[in-house]
Every structure is written in C-alpha cells, then in structure tokens.
T-cell receptor
Framework: DTEVTQTPKHLVMGMTNKKSLKCEQH?????MYWYKQKAKKPPELMFV???????INESVPSRFSPECPNSSLLNLHLHALQPEDSALYLC??????????????FGPGTRLTVL | AQRVTQPEKLLSVFKGAPVELKCNYS??????LFWYVQYSRQRLQLLLR??SRESIKGFTADLNKGETSFHLKKPFAQEEDSAMYYC???????????FGSGTRLQVQP
C-alpha cells in the first residue's frame, strides 16, 4: 500500500459538535503531518509527529487536538470549531532520516464545513 | 524566517509552447526544494525535488543559489499539464514544508 488515506472525505459539523478526522498510511513512514488548506491558498502546516511524538505545533488553537495512536495512524480531534475553520485538512507522511527520504506524501484530504 | 514566492497566480500558454513557472525562496540554511502539483480533483503530489535532479513528465527545475530560485521548466507544454503548481521549501531541522502561494498553469489547445 503506497497511499495515504483519509476519512471522512467530507464532514459538516456544528460549532458545538465533537468530531475526528482520521489518517492512515502503511508505508512504514515514521513522520506524519496535518496541514490546513483554505480555498485557493497553499497548505499550511499545523502539526508534525515524529516517531509517534508531537514534534511541531504551529501555534494551532486548542480546539484542534492531534493524536498519534501508532505509527500508521494519525487523528485530528475537533471540538468547538468556528466557521472560519472550514477548510480542506490534509494529512501527509514521510520517512525519517536522510534527505532522500524526506519526501512528504499527501492524502486526498477531508473537506470540513463548520456551520 | 523562510519564505517561498511564486509571483504568478496564473500562467496561460498554448499547447507546444515552453513553460516556466517561477519560484524564489528565502532561507538561511542549505535549502531543500520541491515542486508539488495538484491536478483537478486529485491529491497534492510530488513532481520533483532538486536533490534528485530528475526530469518528471518533461519538467525540470534547477536550483540557483545565487539567485535563490528554483524555477520549473518544460520545453513543450501539454494540455494535461494544466494544474496548480506549488513550490515548497523544507526546513530540514524541523522537517516542515513551507509552500508558495501556487501558480495555476492553463495549457490551451
């Protein structure tokens, strides 16, 4: 399996809801990432996990809570979101160590709409 | 702070014409640069990276440290090249990618 998968494809939620986004890869990658992409904008890094530990948090509000239960799985828990959080949420993964292995592979994204 | 600049939001060319998508960067260390492409309704995917020195789908990009540029070139554009192209720079210490704002390439028949 050489792909990053994300579920769900689309998610609509109210501001009081709690939901989770899921990302999975079976390429043996040890680094996983969450990006946020607003319409007609480039992806912006949110979080980086390296060997299942959070290594980067780009000052993301606490209503976004990442979790890496194992090396293949990455979750993003959502709570009390705002309408401006509506965006495409992208997951990516990469191997660790050595420049030739730093290519990030992206999932198709979850399109989130907050009402 | 690192920065990636893609000055053109849209580049429109005719099929068979040469293409150059510009990318300039600002980074204090030794840069690792990438071009990613996003075709309509498809995921973001790696097109090429400077360290590999590959030619993918006829595209090439040369890192020019003097001009801090990593322009993407193709001698003869094809209609299937129409897509959004992002230049990206990796902060190797943090393994964080910073993307440029993107250039939409339209290849007209």
């Amino acid at each position: 399996d050489t792909e990053v998968t994300q579920t769900p494809k689309h998610l609509v939620m109210g501001m009081t809801n709690k939901k989770s986004l899921k990302c999975e890869q079976h390429m043996g990658h040890r680094a996983m990432y969450w990006y946020k992409q607003k319409a007609k904008k480039p992806p912006e890094l949110m979080f980086v996990y390296s060997y299942e530990k959070l290594s980067i948090n780009e000052s993301v509000p606490s209503r976004f809570s990442p979790e890496c239960p194992n090396s293949s799985l990455l979750n993003l828990h959502l709570h009390a979101l705002q309408p401006e959080d509506s965006a495409l949420y992208l997951c990516a993964s990469s191997q660790e160590g050595g420049t030739l292995t730093d290519t990030q592979y992206f999932g198709p994204g979850t399109r989130l709409t907050v009402l | 702070a690192q920065r990636v600049t893609q000055p053109e939001k849209l580049l429109s060319v005719f099929k068979g014409a040469p293409v150059e998508l510009k990318c300039n960067y600002s980074y204090s260390g030794s840069p690792e640069l990438f071009w990613y492409v996003q075709y309509s309704r498809q995921r973001l995917q790696l097109l090429l990276r400077h360290i590999s020195r590959e030619s993918i789908k006829g595209f090439t990009a040369d890192l020019n440290k003097g001009e801090t540029s990593f322009h993407l070139k193709k001698p003869f554009a094809q209609e299937e090249d129409s897509a959004m192209y992002y230049c990206a720079l990796m902060d190797t210490g943090r393994r964080a990618l910073t993307f440029g704002s993107g250039t939409r390439l339209q290849v007209q028949p």
